[in-house]
C-alpha cells in the first residue's frame, strides 16, 4: 500500500523512524527446591543451565546469567515488553522439573515426590545500569559451592 504524502511529510517520516520497542525489561528471578531441601549437586546444577539456556533460545528469552545453590536458583534474563515475565518463569521451571526428574530419579527420592520446585518465585526487576554489578554479585556468591574455592578448602581441612 502506497501512501501519497508530501514530500516534506515523507521526509520528516524518514528522518525520526524509530523501531517498534526500544526497551528491554531485565528480571531477576529466584526459586527454590521444594522445602528448600539443599539436594543440588553439581551434576544437577550444570544440567539445569543447560536446560534453561535450551528453553530461553527456543523462547528467545535473553539470558543474561544462570546461578544455582544447593537448595535455589537464580535466572537473570531479559524481555521484550511483549513478553510475560509469569510465562517465562512457568516455562523454564516446568521444563526443567520435568527433564530433571526424568534424567535424575534421585530427586524423586531425595525430594520424596515427584515436585522439584516450590510453587513460589521472587522477581526483581533489574535497571540496565545494575545488569552488570548483579552478574558479578551472583557469580561471587556462588563461586564457592562448586567451584576452585571448595576443592581449596576441602584439601585444606
Known amino acids: 500500500m502506497e501512501l501519497d504524502l508530501a514530500p516534506q511529510v515523507q521526509q520528516a517520516l524518514a528522518k525520526d523512524w524509530e523501531p517498534m520497542y526500544r526497551s528491554q525489561l531485565h528480571y531477576l528471578v529466584t526459586w527454590n527446591t521444594r522445602a528448600r531441601r539443599p539436594v543440588l549437586k553439581e551434576r544437577h546444577v550444570e544440567a539445569l543451565k543447560a536446560l534453561i539456556r535450551q528453553a530461553c533460545e527456543e523462547r528467545e528469552i535473553e ?90 578448602w576441602a584439601q585444606a581441612s
Open 63 to 152: 539470558l543474561v546469567e544462570v546461578v544455582a545453590g544447593q537448595d535455589h536458583i537464580h535466572v537473570l534474563f531479559g524481555l521484550r515488553p511483549a513478553q510475560s515475565v509469569a510465562s517465562a518463569v512457568r516455562e523454564l521451571k516446568g521444563r526443567t522439573s520435568l527433564t530433571l526428574l526424568q534424567n535424575h530419579p534421585e530427586l524423586r527420592v531425595w525430594l520424596r515426590g515427584n515436585l522439584l520446585w516450590d510453587e513460589r518465585y521472587m522477581v526483581e526487576t533489574v535497571s540496565p545500569l545494575r545488569v552488570q554489578k548483579l552478574r558479578d554479585r551472583l557469580a561471587n556468591a556462588h563461586r564457592t559451592l562448586f567451584g576452585e574455592d571448595a576443592e581449596f
